[in-house]
């Protein structure tokens, strides 16, 4: 009984803890509608894990003659998403943490069970809200949230980490993690051991998402251990479910969960080592997005977008989620108002660059064809296995 009540008193420290940074995170979005103006000390350039260093005490400002200097919509804006993520998320704990555990008929009750839970769910919940993770999925899938820094964003992925890794349409694909991370949040305190085993093997897929960051930050020669927190985190969490006396999985459910995860793992293995190979083939295109954001502004411009900088349409990228192939660099630069201004030259290099390896890329059929295959296969087997 002591075992329970600390680990019930560890868990209500989490949901505080949690709602503590989503509130912070609302305020953060809220002032960011109507002052992005605000500082930024941060150096990373990994628009997924630098965190943004706003003042949360700062107020709007208005210009001398008193009229109200509110910009325009950045694309950051997370709307009410992350309010009804939070207020899930406090349904489930309360729900199936708390009040159905209480009872003797559960799959797993140790302590342990509420620690690993309970990491994997505030990783989980901070991935998408710390980062504007649902808005710039809105934007990527072809939903909404168009703007200048979702448009950037999906510039320095695709430049970047698609380049890197070759993988078409990167934006898109690499921000499927925000669905499958609230996924992980909400399942892994379902009372059924069905739903714990996608909820795990959801989690290492996130984390191993992340470690597709390490070879594009090799490349970029961004110095940023994000990834490596991210992916040990959720592959711990999943693993400890396969391995674990006391909270593992057994039987078929675990059969399942491992070889989920080490299939996983090892797709992601190999597109890391591909990236680490194909590197030197995307230096131009590195070099241009590099210098693009460090005209528009230092720091993490993903999540403080600087007051009056503008970026345009026209990429090869839109209208997302797949393009048409007739922006640039199949096309002209864009020619809108854009606060960055590369060279000429390094804007020639990098269409050059672009269009020679493109065409090399892995088909995006089989990107997400197998991507969903994987994902059908986890959640038919778990239903099979009962």
């Known amino acids: 009984m002591e075992v329970k009540a600390a680990s019930l008193f560890c868990l209500k420290r989490l949901v505080k803890l949690v709602f503590a940074r989503a509130h912070r995170c609302l305020v953060l979005t809220d002032m960011r509608?109507?002052?992005t103006n605000l500082p930024r000390r941060s150096t990373s350039t990994n628009p997924r894990t630098a965190l943004a260093s706003e003042d949360p005490t700062q107020t709007p400002s208005s210009s001398d003659d008193g009229s109200d200097t509110t910009s325009a919509p950045t694309g950051h804006e997370q709307g009410p998403m992350v309010l009804l993520s939070l207020t899930l998320l406090i349904a489930c704990i309360v729900g199936f943490g708390v009040l159905y555990r209480s009872?003797?008929?559960?799959?797993?009750?140790?302590?342990?069970w509420y620690l690993i839970t309970g990491i994997q769910t505030l990783f989980a919940f901070l991935l998408p809200v710390a980062y504007p993770g649902y808005a710039v999925f809105s934007y990527t899938a072809g939903i909404g949230n168009d703007g200048p820094g979702t448009r950037l964003e999906a510039l320095y992925i695709n430049g970047t980490m698609g380049m890197v890794l070759g993988v078409p349409r990167m934006a898109f694909v690499d921000h499927f993690m925000f669905l499958f991370a609230p996924c992980v949040m909400l399942l892994g305190w379902m009372p059924w051991v069905e739903a714990?085993?996608?909820?795990?093997?959801?989690g290492c897929l996130c984390g191993l998402y992340m470690a597709l960051w390490i070879p594009t930050n090799i490349a970029t020669g961004t110095r940023d251990p994000g990834p490596f927190i991210l992916c040990a985190a959720f592959a711990t969490c999943s693993f400890f479910r396969a391995f674990s006396p006391d909270i593992g999985f057994t039987g078929a459910h675990k059969t399942i969960l491992l070889t989920f995860n080490i299939t996983v793992c090892a797709l992601a293995f190999l597109m890391s080592v591909n990236g680490l190979r194909r590197a030197k083939r995307a230096t131009k295109t590195i070099a241009l997005v590099r210098q693009i954001c460090t005209d528009i502004g230092e720091g993490p411009v993903w999540q403080a977008w600087p007051k009056g900088a503008s970026f345009p349409t026209g990429w090869w990228f839109e209208p997302p989620p797949w393009g048409d192939q007739t922006g640039w660099p199949?096309?002209?630069?864009?020619?809108?108002?854009s606060a960055a201004n590369p060279p000429q030259e390094m804007i020639d290099a990098a269409a050059e660059e672009m269009r020679r390896e493109i065409p090399q890329f892995w088909p995006i059929s089989l990107v997400l064809?197998?991507?969903?295959t994987l994902l059908a296969g986890l959640v038919g087997a778990v239903l099979v296995a009962g």
């Open 330 to 337: 199949y096309g002209p630069w864009p020619a809108g108002p």
């Open 103 to 112: 009872g003797e008929d559960v799959p797993f009750e140790h302590w342990s």
């Open 33 to 35: 509608a109507v002052n």
């Open 369 to 372: 064809g197998g991507l969903f």
């Open 196 to 202: 714990q085993v996608i909820a795990s093997g959801l």
